[in-house]
Nanobody, 117 residues
Framework: QVQLVESGGGLVQAGGSLRLSCAAS????????MGWHRQAPGKQREWVAD???????NYADSVKGRFTISRDNAKNTVYLQMNRLKPEDTALYYC???????????WGQGTQVTVSS
């Protein structure tokens, strides 16, 4: 089992920045990739960004150029630096870690990000 704990959410004005963190513990050898998803009220959960164990990154078009995902393997932590935030970025942000089998798929409890206009 892998436990994921997110932190760093909060309330920020449009144009501001936040940095989310996700600390992994447990059987972390079973996961290679980590990423972030988000879910706004009344909407489906959507993928935001991910990063492989080797550091390759991918971003949703809606956040490309504004968000940066990174990881510190020594700390088993993944980060999401969010700049130039928009009201439409308001959502519950979830950390996700996954490995090579469907059983190796883990989610955190989420951290709320609210962007005011």
């Amino acid at each position: 089992q892998v436990q994921l704990v997110e932190s760093g959410g909060g309330l920020v004005q449009a144009g501001g920045s936040l940095r989310l963190s996700c600390a992994a513990s447990g059987s972390i050898f079973s996961v290679d990739n980590m990423g972030w998803h988000r879910q706004a009220p009344g909407k489906q959960r959507e993928w935001v960004a991910d990063i492989t164990s080797g550091g390759s990154t991918n971003y949703a078009d809606s956040v490309k150029g504004r968000f940066t995902i990174s990881r510190d393997n020594a700390k088993n932590t993944v980060y999401l630096q969010m700049n130039r935030l928009k009201p439409e970025d308001t959502a519950l942000y979830y950390c996700n870690a996954w490995g090579r089998t469907p059983l190796d798929d883990y989610w955190g409890q989420g951290t709320q990000v609210t962007v005011s206009s």
